[in-house]
């Protein structure tokens, strides 16, 4: 019954938008998108998507949805429909651009070997006025994979005056300034000393806690053993001090890799906004 209800209303629907002009409801779609009412504009496209029986307007509406779910962050269903869109032109130029979407997506999702790959597509079919734009992904993909080296070079790739390939330099040379093992150092500082690692990363509240916490802990474990026994001592107390003094140097670790993951963020940040000036 279920399913006669779907076929029916579904037939009620196509009835009902073929009764409509497909390209009133395309331009209809096209202003929502246009004022930025993304959803609204998803709910037209698909419309014409799935009744336009002779196709006239696949390549566009196909497209169009596609940039629609990359502004509502639905990046599953926004790569899906890039993925149909490229099959679906044979120019080379615009082929690319949905490969640089498609590039921008996994970048924010984070997936640099995808993008990565999907970059390699555009080897030998780039356009002049493209290659800026190739260029600054292939930096933000290696700089995601900490690939310093390669990030800087594409990024230089992207200025053309001495003074912003120096300013990329000098960012470049901070980054070089941050040890991957900083945030194992910091970690067996603060193993060693509670809240050493803390405060060697400025988080001062932080390593008073641990400092303060841990050594009560193990003034209590010495009261214990003095007024009763070592055995008591170490059944009751220990555990709780094991369990703060690792909580405390896991802390340090996470903390270290915070400011580290920052700082790179800032630099990045300050690359972007060289690019787009």
């Given at each position: 019954?279920?399913?006669?209800?779907?076929?029916?209303s579904?037939?009620?629907f196509?009835?009902?938008?073929?009764?409509?002009?497909?390209?009133?409801?395309?331009?209809?779609?096209?202003?929502?998108?246009?004022e930025?009412?993304?959803?609204?504009a998803?709910?037209?496209?698909?419309?014409?998507?799935y009744?336009d029986?002779?196709?006239n307007?696949?390549?566009k509406?196909?497209?169009?949805?596609?940039?629609?779910?990359?502004?509502?962050?639905?990046?599953?269903?926004a790569?899906?429909?890039?993925?149909?869109?490229?099959?679906?032109?044979q120019?080379d130029?615009?082929?690319?651009?949905?490969i640089?979407?498609k590039?921008?997506?996994?970048?924010?999702?984070?997936?640099y070997l995808?993008?990565?790959?999907?970059l390699?597509?555009?080897f030998?079919?780039?356009?002049?006025?493209q290659?800026k734009?190739?260029n600054?992904?292939?930096?933000?993909?290696?700089y995601?994979?900490?690939?310093?080296?390669?990030s800087?070079?594409?990024?230089n790739?992207?200025?053309e005056t001495?003074?912003?390939k120096?300013?990329?330099?000098?960012?470049?040379?901070?980054?070089?300034?941050?040890k991957p093992?900083?945030?194992?150092?910091?970690?067996y500082?603060s193993m060693?000393l509670?809240?050493?690692?803390q405060?060697?990363?400025?988080?001062?509240?932080?390593?008073?806690?641990?400092?303060?916490l841990?050594f009560?802990?193990?003034?209590?474990?010495?009261y214990?053993?003095?007024?009763?026994?070592?055995?008591?001592?170490?059944?009751s107390?220990l555990?709780?001090?094991?369990r703060?003094?690792?909580?405390?140097?896991?802390?340090?670790?996470?903390?270290?890799l915070?400011k580290?993951?920052?700082?790179r963020?800032?630099?990045?940040?300050?690359?972007?906004?060289l690019?787009?000036?």
């Amino acid at each position: 019954m279920k399913i006669f209800l779907i076929v029916i209303s579904s037939l009620f629907f196509l009835k009902n938008i073929q009764g409509q002009d497909i390209e009133q409801v395309y331009r209809f779609a096209v202003k929502n998108s246009k004022e930025e009412n993304y959803n609204r504009a998803i709910h037209e496209f698909e419309r014409v998507f799935y009744f336009d029986t002779e196709s006239n307007y696949r390549k566009k509406v196909t497209i169009e949805l596609a940039h629609c779910y990359l502004k509502t962050q639905e990046f599953e269903k926004a790569l899906k429909f890039y993925d149909l869109a490229y099959g679906l032109t044979q120019n080379d130029s615009l082929k690319n651009e949905i490969i640089f979407k498609k590039v921008f997506i996994y970048i924010l999702q984070k997936e640099y070997l995808y993008a990565e790959v999907e970059l390699l597509n555009t080897f030998n079919t780039v356009k002049y006025n493209q290659e800026k734009q190739e260029n600054f992904l292939f930096g933000l993909t290696y700089y995601g994979q900490n690939k310093y080296n390669d990030s800087k070079k594409y990024f230089n790739h992207c200025f053309e005056t001495e003074q912003s390939k120096s300013q990329i330099d000098s960012l470049f040379n901070i980054l070089g300034h941050i040890k991957p093992s900083w945030p194992a150092i910091s970690k067996y500082m603060s193993m060693i000393l509670p809240g050493s690692g803390q405060l060697a990363n400025a988080s001062v509240k932080s390593a008073v806690n641990s400092f303060v916490l841990t050594f009560s802990i193990l003034t209590l474990y010495a009261y214990t053993a003095a007024n009763y026994t070592l055995y008591d001592a170490v059944i009751s107390v220990l555990p709780w001090f094991a369990r703060y003094h690792r909580g405390g140097y896991e802390n340090a670790y996470r903390i270290a890799l915070l400011k580290q993951e920052e700082k790179r963020n800032n630099i990045l940040i300050q690359i972007i906004d060289l690019y787009e000036k």
